[in-house]
Structures are given as structure tokens and as C-alpha cells.
């Protein structure tokens, strides 16, 4: 361990102990008088309903109670000769202060032992400096909509479903209950949370200094605790299985067909006391949610249907268990889990249903059955239907978290936590059994007793259309030939200390994190003819041409085999199995921090003032120099390697807010951010490195990228029920990371592409939020984003294109560096949300028109941008889409696609029984109800979402000409037919119409 490292981890133990995870808590402030007379009282208990947190006020008859859980609580007050007064409803969000009304204390003698007042949620936030978007429970519960991340698509800020203020996809990080969710591999994160368990979404777009490691945004996510008082419960179906899954067809397909695609969700939930007693109920409290999700057909794409090999099976669930000792101690413990196992969606998959012909077919160069009734074994891969990409996921994080109050005003705790991500890609028959993928081994089994008879779709299927601008299908013809999988845990301790001293809320400490990251990969077409022997007939000569079948032979799977590949081995050996330590030793980065924060109040002005220090030690080694990877020896085969430094960096922070008026907020701010290197472009293996120098892409000298965030904005009040929020901003980013090419030097090796810290981006906008709280039974929320998201580049690969299309040999290649709107620039995008209630409790209406509900959600956007092409040649095009036969034509990204369109709506009715002690909630839900037919993508060469171009070339014409002579009559005329079915893709389907209906049974 270095001595940075060190300081660092010395820096964090001397803290007195640590704090509640990242976001999590807020605080409650007031001030306590005298009804009559106005003065304030000094010393007046304080405390929150069905908790041991509280306090006094001062002697300006002030209180604040910090490290309050976000939730709903009641907060009641209490004075020798006066009447307890106790304000319901008072809302707590994470890393803000709620201020409940004054507390104005009758004499005991005037009125009844105790007054009950219902608070309301201030219309605007004034003490929120950053920009804060809040989405509660019941606002989720109405949406008709499901899960976290479509909260988070539908605020302002965020673009094109993900993208928040021009960052790229991985510029986000999510947490729940103070966990953090994106593992470092790809910042991806496989945790599912069930949008019944959340208590609330907070997406931030700009963060004071407790958030690190991001660029662009912050998803906080708080789940549902239990109670201390009763127990609760719920249980939850949501299916369409009551539709046919009618499959789509290559003619003329109906794009409104309401289908159903096997959607079952089931979930339950529980929460309440540990321990049934009075007494001790307030001790520990408890909440836990399991839900399964089971999907015949995940993707629902218009005039498609039901696709097969699409399925996606989940098991999601969190939970957490509170003890409060009183004295101010508090233990929590928690945290969450997902499972899952889906199958690719492809065209292949789609096109072979089509035809029960199909469902196995093989290429070849001659007929598969000899006249003596032998076997020929063919030269090409088949295709298989029941061979799709399997990928199974396993997530698991869980937390620790000890709290402990010093006095009123100090709060002290300690954070532990934990994570683990392990993920696996394979062939859905053979998936991890290696030896199954040697293609000559299953050709015999699955092919030996099959004729071609007819219509030959695999001609068809042998190449493909031209597919510009397509989504990847995910899914390779014949065998999934690539296996994968890979693992990362860590482990976390978190330490930080908030005190109150007169204005100023105080806190600061820091983490450190422990990372295993393990990873390995196999081209599985390295295996054809490895592991078979070869059965040749009695009375055939040893060819190829005598072969009658094959057998499958072990003999050859040894760790020789496997060396000189280039796998990528780490944490595991070349046979897969995990090794703690050696050459192939799994890697251990190390990621600390500290921060220092400043929330301050001087009269009605608000600042949050910070700074961050972040540290990372990546824990691998890479070449010395890049251009000369084995030294300057002649003949070296040995790579020459280096450590790479240890990374510091520090952020400063600066956030505020004041009011311009008693309904206008004035707030301002800038912040520096930064995001380390994702691990699955820093690490390299040993056999990579060694044996395929000239395809090692990955870098372990990868810097953090940096970002400079600037924001002015207000928030206005709107009468008595409404608001206006606007937001505008300037982003800019540099250290981004890309492709580039190194020039191999002194006979070295050839000139080789790897990732590199060589792109920039500089974005802007600004974000409007309109909000109208429940009004005569309706409330609303608008949601608009104008976002210019410019940059070098818009992904870590979109150099390849231009590398592979110039010369291999051309002098000291430079990538581009002009700015240009990047691929996922969404310039406008806008969501309306209306909903509508008549509450179950609300005695002016007829028995018959309470409890229902209705709220509609439509949502738009611009189209994203792309780069238009023009081809040379249909030649190639016919088998896909080579860099070598197109030509840009105009400049990058230069055409937009039309804009989208989708209207969601949920209908639901509440009823109650057992005296209102279950609740009954039974919804429809309708997605695209309106069935807009959006072009998700376009073939560049036509602008068009249908058409490629390639039917109306000659190349085509030529291709048809032929297969009625060589395949038989009408075999043409099928091909063409299957051909337009391929080449409409996916591209202008968008969402189908979807109708789901639910049950929500609660206690």
C-alpha cells in the first residue's frame, strides 16, 4: 500500500466515528412560541411521533433535529402549562431541511390537552442550493409507468430515456438507501428496486461535495421502512397474459395489434414491529419486499409481437431492520437483491419462427446427403433457433449503519457496506460446458438428418441485409460463439460527522473502498474441429469426403490449449477456474475519498460551500512505452511493463440560494466533478497482453475524466398551489475517453488502437419544471429539456470507424477533434403528467365516485442525431454493413430522425374493507395507447426506416435472378418476401400498444 494511500486511510480513522450513507437523511427546523404573547419558549421538548429523536429549543425558541430518515412523521412539541401541539405530515427529503410551521402553544387551561394541525410541503424547496428534482411515493404508485428508472427518464434535465445535461450513458450513478448501485466494471447496474418499495426518487443534476465519482447526475433512491406501531403489508399482480402472444409475420404486418407478451409481475411486501409488544415494538421495526418478474417476451416492438428467445425471469427484492437503544444510538441494517436470466431478441430469431421449415437450417456449398446415404459435414456454421445469447446476472449489496447522537446537536455514525455483481454470457444450450461449442461436434448432431426440401431461408440467413443505424441484435448466427463472465465485490467503510454550530450544518468525512475485480473471455470459434474425432465410413478412403459423423473428444481441453489464444484471464485460470493469486491473479483496486461540507443559513441566504478529495490505485500494470510494448531487445517477446500512478484529485464546490422575493428563489452555483476510468477499459490480461499485443484496446494509464458544471436558475411560486423551477446550465467536460491509434516504432509491432483520455465535451440548456399540487381533485407536473449535447465524440469506440477506413500505413492517424453534435443529442424533450383522484374519505361526493383514479402521461421528444452515408457498391452491403464500401456524405451526425410520441394512461379504483383496514387498488394500465408509430433508427444510406436500398439495386435483381433456377420456383418471390420482413428491422416499430391489467391487495 503506498504512502498516499496511507495518509488517506489514517486521514478517514481519525475521524470520531462515521456517517449515515449518502443521502439518506435530512433534517427538520422550527421554532416553538407562545400563542398569546408572541415570545418564544425556551427549553420546549421536541420530538418525532413513534421515534427517540427530538430535542429543545434555544433561546430563540428554535429547534433542529438532524440525521431524520426520509419519510412522513409527526412532530409534536411539549411545555409545562401548555397544550401539546403536535404538525402531521411533516416530509422529510434527503440531504434537505424541511421547516415545519411555528409551533404556537396554547395555555393548557384555554383549550383541550392537545392540538393536532396537519402541515403541507412548501410549495418550493428554499433550501435546496442544487438542482433537486423529488418524486414521492404516491406519485409513483399513480404513474402508469413501473421502476425507478422511468421516474428518472420523465425529469427535467434528462434526455432520450437516460442521458442527463449532454453526459454520456455512463456518466450517472444510482443509489438506494445510501448504497451504491453501478459496479465499476461498465458503470452498469443489474439491482432491480420494485417501485412499490420506494419511498421516494431524488434525481439531482448538479451535487455538493458527498457525491463523487460521477459527471453528470445523481439517482438517489430511498425504499419504505417499517413501523414501529403496527404491521403493514401488501401483495401485487400485474399481468397481460389474459392477450393472445400472437407472433408477427414478414407480410404486411398490423402495427396496432394489441398483443399480449407474457408480462407477470408478482410482488409482497411486509414491515412493522420486530417484536408484537408495545414496549419493545419500539425497540426495532422491520420492511422487506420480494418480487418476481416473469416475461415471455421482453422487447415489444410494433407489427412484431411475441418474439421468441426473448424471455426475461427476475427475482428483485430489498429490505432493511431498524433497532433504535434510545440515548441517541441507532443500528440498520439492509440491502438488496436481483437475479436474473434473459435471452437475446434477434432477427434471426423472429425471421426462423416465421417459417416452421427453419426451426434448424444450416448453410452449404453442396448437397447435405449423399447418393449412398452418407453424411457430407459442411464447411459452414448452421444456424440453430434454439441457440440465442443467455446472459445471467447476480447482484447483491447490503449495509451496516451504527448511529450515535452527542448531545442535540452532534451526530456520529459508522458505515459498512458491501457489494457483489458477477455476470455470464454463453450459448443458451451449452452456456459454461465448453467442449459443446465445437461447431464440427454439433453440426453431426444437429444436422446429419436434415435435407433441404424447397425454400432455403438460410441462403437468406447465410448473410443478411444491410443493417446501418440498427440496434445489435445481441445474438450471432448459429452458436452464441463468445463466452463470457466476470465478478467484482468490494467492500466499504464509510465514516462521517454532521454538527450544528449556530448557522453553519457541518459535515465531512470520507470512504474507502476494497474492489476484487475478476474477468474472462473465450471466442468460442477457437474450438472448431478442437474437441471432435472425426467417425469415417468402412468403406471410405480418410478424406473429408468419407466422414460419416463425429464424436466428442476431451482429450485436448488442457491449459496448453487455451495459451496462445489471447483470452482474457483475470482472477481466473485458462480454464475458467478462479485463482486468488500468480500470473493470472485477479486485480484490487482501492478507491478512497474525504469531503468537507458547509450548508450555512444567514438570514433568508442558503449557501453549500465544499470540497472533495478522491483517490484511486487501479492496481495493474501496462506497457512501459505503447509504441515499443517488448522493449527495445530484438526478438523480445516479453512485454515491458510498468505500475500505473496512483490518481488524486480534488473538487471544489460552491452552491446557494436566496430569495427574491416571499414566492421567488434566487440559486446559483459551480462545481468541479470527476469520474474514474470504467475497469472494462483499464485492466489487461497477461495472455492478451503477451500473445495479442496488437488488439489490446484496454489502457491502464486511463485518467479521470473532469468536468466544470455552472448553473443559474429560480424558483417561482404560482398562487397558492404551483410552481415554476428554471434551470439553466453550461457543461464542460475533458479526459473523456476514446479510441486512438499508436504507431508501433523500431520493428516493435504493427500500428494497434487503444482507449485513450483524447475527447471533450461542452453541453448546455436549460430545464423547466411546472408543478401543480392536488387541486380540486387534480395535480400536474410539466417536465421540459432543451439540451445542446456537443462533443468530439459520442462513445468510447466511434473512432474505430474512421481507423478502420483509412489506411493502415498512414502517418501518425489523428482522431477527430472537432465538436459536432453528438448521437444521443435529444434537443427537445417535454413530459405532461395529469392525474386525477377523488379520495376514498371525501364525504361531499356519492358513495359510487370516490376512490377512483386516472392519470395520463404523454411524452415527447425531437428526434437524436446520425451520420448520413452513400454507398459504392450493394455488392457487400447484401451481408452486412463493411466500413469499406461507404463514403460519408455531409458532415457527422448531420441528420436528425423525426420526432416521438407516446401516450401512457393508468386507470385504477380503490376500495376498502374490514372498517378501512384493507385497502383494494385494481388498475389497467395502457402503454402507447394511442399507438404512435416512431422511427427508433433509419438506414443512413436512405434516411428511411424501411428501406435499405439494397431491393432497388442490381446486386439484388442479379441475386434473385438465380435462386428460383438453383432452389426450385417461387423460391425468389419467398426470399423477396422475407427480405422486405428483415429489412423493415426494428427501425420503425418503436413501443407497441400494451394493456396490462393489476390487483394491489394492502393492510
Known amino acids: 500500500m503506498t504512502r498516499k494511500l496511507l495518509q488517506v486511510l489514517l486521514l478517514i480513522l481519525t475521524l470520531p466515528a462515521a456517517a449515515l450513507a449518502v443521502g439518506t437523511t435530512g433534517k427538520i427546523i422550527g421554532k416553538v412560541i407562545d400563542k398569546d404573547t408572541r415570545e418564544p419558549l425556551i427549553g420546549a421538548s421536541v420530538r418525532i411521533v413513534d421515534t427517540r429523536l427530538g430535542g429543545t429549543t434555544n433561546i430563540n425558541g428554535q429547534f433542529s433535529i438532524l440525521n431524520v430518515p426520509t419519510g412522513t412523521y409527526s412532530v409534536k412539541v411539549s411545555y409545562v402549562g401548555y397544550a401539546d401541539v403536535t404538525i402531521r405530515g411533516v416530509k422529510v427529503t434527503a440531504d434537505l431541511t424541511s421547516e415545519t410551521p411555528v409551533f404556537e402553544l396554547p395555555n393548557a387551561s384555554a383549550l383541550e390537552p392537545e392540538v393536532v394541525i396537519t402541515a403541507e410541503r412548501p410549495i418550493i424547496e428554499k433550501t435546496a442550493t442544487t438542482s433537486t428534482r423529488i418524486v414521492t411515493a404516491e406519485q409513483i404508485q399513480n404513474l402508469p409507468t413501473r421502476g425507478a428508472a422511468a421516474v428518472v427518464a420523465q425529469t427535467a434535465g434528462v434526455v432520450n430515456g437516460s442521458f442527463i445535461r449532454g453526459g454520456r450513458g455512463n456518466e450517472t450513478v444510482t443509489y438506494v438507501d445510501g448504497v451504491l448501485q453501478n459496479n465499476p466494471i461498465d458503470r452498469g447496474s443489474g439491482s432491480n428496486i420494485s417501485g412499490a418499495s420506494i419511498e421516494e426518487v431524488v434525481v439531482l443534476t448538479s451535487f455538493d461535495s458527498e457525491y463523487g465519482n460521477v459527471n453528470s447526475g445523481v439517482v438517489n433512491i430511498t425504499t419504505r421502512s417499517g413501523n414501529s406501531e403496527k404491521y403493514f403489508g401488501l401483495a401485487e399482480f400485474v399481468t397481460d397474459s389474459y392477450l393472445s402472444k400472437t407472433q408477427g409475420a414478414p407480410s404486411s404486418p398490423n402495427v396496432n395489434n394489441l398483443n399480449g407478451f407474457g408480462y407477470n409481475i408478482y410482488n409482497i411486501q411486509f414491515g412493522g414491529?420486530?417484536?408484537?409488544?408495545?414496549?419493545?415494538?419500539?425497540?426495532?421495526?422491520?420492511?422487506?419486499?420480494?418480487?418476481?418478474?416473469?416475461?415471455?417476451?421482453r422487447t415489444a416492438f410494433q407489427g412484431v409481437g411475441f418474439l421468441p428467445n426473448n424471455s426475461f425471469k427476475q427475482w428483485n427484492g430489498n429490505g432493511k431492520i431498524r433497532f433504535d437503544f434510545g440515548s441517541g444510538i441507532q443500528l440498520t441494517a439492509g440491502g438488496n437483491f436481483t437475479s436474473s436470466s434473459q435471452l437475446a431478441d434477434g432477427y434471426l430469431q423472429i425471421l426462423s419462427n416465421s417459417f416452421t421449415t427453419v426451426q434448424r437450417t444450416y448453410n452449404n456449398s453442396a448437397d447435405s446427403i449423399r447418393p449412398d446415404g452418407t453424411t457430407?459435414?459442411?464447411?459452414?456454421?448452421?444456424?440453430?433457433?434454439?441457440?440465442?445469447?443467455?446472459?445471467?446476472?447476480?447482484?447483491?449489496?447490503?449495509?451496516?449503519?451504527?448511529?450515535?447522537?452527542?448531545?442535540?446537536?452532534?451526530?456520529?455514525?459508522?458505515?459498512?457496506?458491501?457489494?457483489?455483481?458477477?455476470?455470464?454470457?454463453?450459448?443458451?444450450?451449452?452456456?459454461?460446458?465448453?467442449?459443446?461449442?465445437?461447431?464440427?461436434?454439433?453440426?453431426?448432431?444437429?444436422?446429419?438428418?436434415?435435407?433441404?426440401k424447397g425454400f432455403r431461408p438460410d441462403v437468406l440467413f447465410s448473410g443478411g441485409p444491410a443493417q446501418p443505424g440498427l440496434p445489435a441484435s445481441g445474438a450471432n448466427i448459429g452458436v452464441a460463439d463468445d463466452y463470457r463472465k466476470r465478478k467484482i465485490s468490494s467492500y466499504e467503510i464509510e465514516a462521517n460527522m454532521e454538527t450544528q454550530v449556530a448557522d453553519h450544518n457541518l459535515k465531512f468525512g470520507g470512504q474507502l473502498r476494497f474492489h476484487e475485480y475478476r474477468n474472462y473471455n473465450i471466442n468460442m470459434a477457437n474450438f472448431n474441429g478442437r474437441f471432435s474425432r472425426a467417425i469415417i465410413g468402412a468403406s471410405g478412403t480418410p478424406d473429408s469426403t468419407s466422414i460419416i459423423d463425429y464424436v466428442r473428444d476431451d482429450s485436448n481441453f488442457n491449459d496448453d490449449f487455451f495459451s496462445g489464444f489471447g483470452n482474457t484471464n483475470i482472477g481466473f485460470d485458462r480454464l475458467g477456474r478462479e485463482v486468488s493469486d500468480g500470473e493470472f491473479k485477479p486485480r484490487r483496486p482501492v478507491i478512497g475519498s474525504l469531503y468537507v461540507r458547509d450548508s450555512f443559513q444567514l438570514s433568508d441566504f442558503v449557501a453549500n460551500v465544499g470540497f472533495r478529495l478522491d483517490y484511486f490505485d487501479s492496481d495493474q500494470q501496462g506497457y512501459a512505452d505503447p509504441s515499443r510494448p517488448f522493449g527495445t531487445e530484438p526478438g523480445s517477446t516479453t512485454p515491458v511493463l510498468s505500475n500505473r500512478r496512483a490518481e488524486i484529485l480534488i473538487s471544489p464546490r460552491i452552491y446557494f440560494s436566496f430569495p427574491v422575493s416571499d414566492r421567488t428563489v434566487f440559486h446559483a452555483g459551480f462545481g468541479k466533478y470527476t469520474q474514474q476510468p470504467d475497469f472494462a477499459l483499464l485492466y489487461l490480461s497477461r495472455d492478451l497482453l503477451v500473445n495479442r499485443p496488437g488488439q489490446s484496446l484496454n489502457n491502464p494509464d486511463l485518467r479521470s475524466s473532469k468536468t466544470s458544471n455552472y448553473e443559474v436558475g429560480f424558483r417561482q411560486q404560482v398562487g397558492n398551489s404551483a410552481f415554476i423551477d428554471l434551470t439553466t446550465y453550461y457543461k464542460e467536460t475533458r479526459d473523456l475517453i476514446q479510441q486512438v491509434q499508436v504507431q508501433g516504432v523500431d520493428g516493435g509491432i504493427a500500428t494497434y488502437n487503444r482507449y485513450d483520455n483524447q475527447d471533450f465535451g461542452t453541453?448546455?440548456?436549460?430545464?423547466?419544471?411546472?408543478?401543480?399540487?392536488?387541486?380540486?381533485?387534480?395535480?400536474?407536473?410539466?417536465?421540459?429539456?432543451?439540451?445542446?449535447?456537443?462533443?468530439?465524440?459520442?462513445?468510447?469506440?466511434?473512432?474505430?470507424?474512421?481507423?478502420?477506413?483509412?489506411?493502415?500505413?498512414?502517418?501518425?492517424?489523428?482522431?477527430?477533434?472537432?465538436?459536432?453534435?453528438?448521437?444521443?443529442?435529444?434537443?427537445?424533450?417535454?413530459?405532461?403528467?395529469?392525474?386525477?383522484?377523488?379520495?376514498?374519505?371525501?364525504?361531499?361526493?356519492?358513495?359510487?365516485?370516490?376512490?377512483?383514479?386516472?392519470?395520463?402521461?404523454?411524452r415527447v421528444g425531437s428526434g437524436t442525431s446520425y451520420s448520413p452515408i452513400t454507398y459504392q457498391s450493394f455488392i457487400e452491403p447484401l451481408f452486412g454493413e463493411p466500413l469499406s464500401n461507404f463514403n460519408t456524405d455531409g458532415p457527422k451526425n448531420s441528420q436528425t430522425l423525426p420526432w416521438n410520441y407516446q401516450l401512457d394512461i393508468r386507470l385504477d379504483k380503490n376500495l376498502t374493507f374490514a372498517e378501512n383496514r384493507v385497502t383494494l387498488n385494481i388498475y389497467l394500465i395502457g402503454l402507447n395507447i394511442l399507438g404512435f408509430q416512431n422511427v427508433l433508427s433509419v438506414y443512413r444510406n436512405t434516411a428511411s426506416a424501411t428501406d435499405s436500398g439494397v431491393r432497388g439495386s442490381s446486386e439484388y435483381a442479379n441475386r434473385l435472378a438465380g435462386l428460383d433456377e438453383t432452389y426450385g420456383e417461387g423460391t425468389a418471390q419467398s426470399y423477396d418476401q422475407l427480405y422486405r420482413f428483415y429489412e423493415r428491422g426494428f427501425n420503425g416499430s418503436g413501443n407497441a400498444r400494451q394493456v396490462r391489467l393489476g390487483i394491489i391487495l394492502g393492510f
Open 273 to 297: 414491529p420486530l417484536l408484537p409488544f408495545n414496549n419493545l415494538g419500539r425497540l426495532a421495526n422491520f420492511y422487506f419486499t420480494v418480487e418476481r418478474q416473469d416475461i415471455g417476451s
Open 376 to 452: 457430407v459435414l459442411l464447411t459452414q456454421p448452421y444456424n440453430n433457433y434454439e441457440h440465442a445469447l443467455r446472459t445471467e446476472t447476480d447482484n447483491l449489496q447490503g449495509f451496516l449503519k451504527y448511529t450515535q447522537a452527542i448531545g442535540q446537536k452532534t451526530i456520529l455514525n459508522v458505515n459498512l457496506y458491501t457489494t457483489f455483481n458477477e455476470i455470464e454470457f454463453g450459448d443458451d444450450q451449452f452456456f459454461n460446458d465448453f467442449l459443446q461449442y465445437d461447431v464440427l461436434f454439433q453440426r453431426a448432431n444437429h444436422v446429419a438428418s436434415t435435407q433441404p
Open 763 to 858: 453541453n448546455k440548456g436549460f430545464e423547466l419544471t411546472f408543478g401543480l399540487r392536488r387541486t380540486n381533485y387534480v395535480s400536474a407536473d410539466i417536465n421540459y429539456t432543451l439540451s445542446f449535447a456537443n462533443g468530439t465524440a459520442s462513445g468510447v469506440n466511434e473512432n474505430s470507424e474512421a481507423y478502420r477506413r483509412q489506411s493502415i500505413t498512414a502517418e501518425n492517424p489523428v482522431p477527430p477533434r472537432t465538436v459536432q453534435t453528438l448521437t444521443f443529442d435529444q434537443r427537445h424533450t417535454a413530459t405532461f403528467n395529469l392525474d386525477f383522484r377523488t379520495p376514498l374519505t371525501d364525504q361531499t361526493l356519492p358513495m359510487a365516485a370516490r376512490g377512483w383514479g386516472a392519470n395520463l402521461l404523454f
